[in-house]
C-alpha cells in the first residue's frame, strides 16, 4: 500500500495550492479518503473527507469555503484544492485512506508553509 502526497510549498497568504495523493495497493474507489494536517506543537487535525464515491464532502470549519475536497477513481488520486490559504494554514499535509476495518493507511505528509 501507497499513499504519496505532492503540490505542497511556501507560498503567500491569499495565494493557492493544490494537494494530490496518489495512491496504490488497494482498492482505491471502495475507501473514504482524508486530509489531515498537523501544525508544529499541535495535534493532527481532520481538514477534509469524501466518500468513496465522492458524493459527500465534509469540511472543518476552519477551512469551509477556502478548500475543497475532491477525488479521480479512474486515478486513484485524491485532491486538496486550498484558495485563500493564511499562515495558520501552515502544516504538514497527510492524506488517508480508510474502509471499514481496512486501514487506516497514511501518506508521508507534504509541506504546506503560507508565510510573506
Not at 486530509?35 to 498537523?38: I, L
Given at each position: 500500500v501507497q499513499l504519496v502526497e505532492s503540490g505542497g510549498g511556501l507560498v503567500q497568504p491569499g495565494e493557492s495550492l493544490r494537494l494530490s495523493c496518489a495512491s496504490s495497493g488497494?482498492?482505491?474507489s471502495a475507501y473514504v479518503m482524508r486530509?489531515?494536517?498537523?501544525a508544529p506543537g499541535k495535534e493532527r487535525e481532520l481538514v477534509a473527507s469524501?466518500?468513496?464515491?465522492?458524493?459527500t464532502t465534509n469540511y472543518a470549519n476552519s477551512v469551509k469555503g477556502?478548500?475543497?475536497?475532491s477525488r479521480d477513481n479512474g486515478k486513484n488520486t485524491v485532491y486538496l484544492q486550498m484558495n485563500s490559504l493564511k499562515p495558520e494554514d501552515t502544516a504538514v499535509y497527510?492524506?488517508?485512506g480508510a474502509s471499514g476495518s481496512k486501514g487506516p493507511y497514511w501518506g508521508q505528509g507534504?509541506?504546506?508553509?503560507?508565510s510573506s
Open positions: 488497494f482498492t482505491f486530509w489531515y494536517r498537523q469524501i466518500s468513496s464515491t465522492g458524493g477556502r478548500f475543497t475536497i497527510y492524506c488517508l507534504t509541506q504546506v508553509t503560507v
